[in-house]
């Protein structure tokens, strides 16, 4: 059995120490709702039970989850986006493999954690309120 609480905790204390934050959360608001910004949130979602033959167990299962990232500015002559792009790159960095480690594994919680897919972004260029959803994949088995 997979011990989902305790995979998302650790990667939700590991997002809790980026730098550059004035917020990390779990329960995602919307950004009109979110006062103290910069803000990141952890969303997580589907597990994908990957194929096997009937002698490949335990089951390899991959968790997505996203961090979620806003970012509000009034001043009018400054580019949200480039703000944004600094906090897509302290998020990339804090979950990146540490140290002389090749993998991101929460402390041997789970065989690998990476960033895989688009990053979305809205630069805020009309708003001032710039937004970036970056994709998690999680390997852990059964």
Not at 71 to 95: F, R, S
């Amino acid at each position: 059995m997979i011990d989902r609480g305790s995979i998302y905790t650790a990667l939700y204390v590991l997002i809790k120490g980026t730098p550059g934050f004035a917020y990390v959360g779990k329960r995602l608001k919307f950004p009109q709702d979110q006062d103290e910004q910069p803000a990141m949130f952890l969303r997580r979602f589907d597990d994908e039970y990957l194929p096997r033959d009937r002698f490949n167990f335990p089951a390899k299962v991959i968790l997505s989850a996203e961090l979620i990232i806003y970012y509000k500015t009034n001043n009018k002559l400054e580019a949200p986006g480039d703000q944004l792009d600094v906090l897509i790159g302290l998020a990339e960095a804090q979950i990146a493999p540490q140290g002389s480690a090749e993998v991101q594994t929460l402390g041997g919680l789970v065989q690998r954690l990476w960033i895989e897919g688009t990053i979305k972004k809205d630069d805020g260029a009309l708003t001032g309120q710039a937004g970036a959803i970056i994709p998690i994949k999680i390997l852990t088995t059964s």
